[in-house]
């Protein structure tokens, strides 16, 4: 024969409500971890969009400054060309000067002399050269015969007469006794011409 066990009936209930709020507690629980598990997702997923537009910003920024430098490159090139071009036109429009009508002449070393041609140590002497072609630039050298003296002086332009022109300069002689060896040099253009065909001139310091 079967027995059963009498529950009161406040117990039953009693059980009843807690196992009910257990379950509640337990669906919570539940439900908490579910959530938190979304908006983990949801955050990473936003995270990974972030970084993604971050990478297309930063890929577009860095297309945008090559596309400036080029543009800075191509401006100053066509500067560069534009100066260029304004330089030829002036220079191709230019009114012809008087020595400029020369310019097409034989460049020539006419004469050259250092005077006086006997001089003491440190006192002055003065160059002097004739050319002919209108050189840009005439210069005188001296040498010391011993090599212990190599200088080279430029001259000024001083008078012009019947196409050749006088260049001179004075300056302190070597400051050492010796004989001393010279040459003028006239330049037009980047070409350069001395007196061909003559030995060289000298002078002596005493």
């Known amino acids: 024969m079967i027995e059963y066990m009498r529950i009161q009936k406040s117990k039953f209930w009693g059980w009843v409500f807690s196992a009910l709020g257990l379950g509640l507690v337990i669906g919570a629980v ?39 430098a080029s543009a800075e490159a191509s401006r100053a090139l066509a500067a ?13 429009t ?20 250092v005077s006086p041609s006997s001089v003491s140590a440190s006192d002055t ?29 430029t001259l000024k332009k001083s008078s012009t007469s019947g196409g050749v022109e006088t260049w001179k300069r004075t300056v302190n002689a070597p400051g050492k006794k010796g004989t001393y060896r010279y040459y003028a040099t006239a330049t037009r253009g980047g070409t350069s011409v001395t007196m061909p065909n003559v030995s060289a001139s000298t002078f002596v310091v005493e």
């Open 125 to 153: 002497i003065t160059m002097t050269a004739k050319v002919k072609g209108a050189p840009d630039k005439v210069t005188m050298r001296v040498l010391a015969s011993s090599g212990t003296y190599d200088q080279t002086f």
């Open 30 to 68: 539940v439900m908490l971890v579910l959530g938190n598990a979304q908006q983990t997702k949801q955050v990473n997923a936003i995270k990974q969009q972030m970084a993604e537009q971050a990478s297309q910003a930063k890929t577009t920024q860095d297309e945008l400054t090559a596309k400036l």
């Open 80 to 92: 560069t060309k534009y100066d260029t071009l304004l330089a030829e036109q002036k220079k191709a």
């Open 94 to 113: 230019a009114d012809p000067t008087p020595s400029a009508s020369t310019s097409t002449d034989a460049l020539e070393v006419v004469s050259r002399t």
